[in-house]
Structures are given as C-alpha cells and as structure tokens.
Nanobody
Framework: QVQLVESGGGLVHPGESLRLSCAFS????????MGWYRQTPGQQRELVAT???????NYQESVKGRFTIARDHAQSWVNLQMNSLKPEDTAIYYC???????????WGRGTQVTVSS
C-alpha cells in the first residue's frame, strides 16, 4: 500500500520561498505520476503541479515560473520548490500518487503553507 508523507510546510512572508517534500513508500515509485495539490477551507482541492515517471511536468497557470516540481527515483521522493510566494498560495498542500497502470490514487495527509505579512 502506497504511503506518502509530506514535510516542509510553514509560515513565510510574501516573496519568500519554501520547499515541500513528499516521501513515497510501499510500491514501485517509477510506476506513479506524482503530484502536489492544495486546498483552502470551503474550496475544492486543486492541482498545483504533476510530474510523470519520465519527468514530464504540468503546472497550474498561477504557479508557472514560481514553483518547480522534481522527483528522485533513487530515493523515492518528490519535491515542490515554491518561490516568490503570495498570500493566495496559502493552503494545505497534499502529495498525490497515481498508478499509471490502474489509475489508483493515493494521498498524503497534507502540510500547511501560510503566506502572510
């Protein structure tokens, strides 16, 4: 069973940076599309960025040029480098893994990111 554990959230000022990490275990990392999603109270969870096993990436328009997703197959983690953070980036960020064969999706428990002056 896939387990995802996020870390790296916190409180920062506008314009600062944070890096989120997600540790993957329980299956073969190379069979999963990895992603980061975020959710604010009363809103639906939204895609932030995804990365395929081959390294192809996709970003939400509002984070393009500021956020970078990366994965390490040797250590089975996926990171989200977030630069030039804005108050509207405040949310709980969730790590996601989707199996490319059966499309089963797994979620981490989330990590809070707060951007405030």
């Amino acid at each position: 069973q896939v387990q995802l554990v996020e870390s790296g959230g916190g409180l920062v000022h506008p314009g600062e940076s944070l890096r989120l990490s997600c540790a993957f275990s329980g299956s073969i990392f190379g069979l999963y599309v990895m992603g980061w999603y975020r959710q604010t109270p009363g809103q639906q969870r939204e895609l932030v960025a995804t990365i395929t096993p081959g390294g192809g990436t996709n970003y939400q328009e509002s984070v393009k040029g500021r956020f970078t997703i990366a994965r390490d197959h040797a250590q089975s983690w996926v990171n989200l480098q977030m630069n030039s953070l804005k108050p509207e980036d405040t949310a709980i960020y969730y790590c996601n893994a989707v199996n490319v064969r059966d499309r089963v999706s797994s979620w981490g428990r989330g990590t809070q990111v707060t951007v405030s002056s």
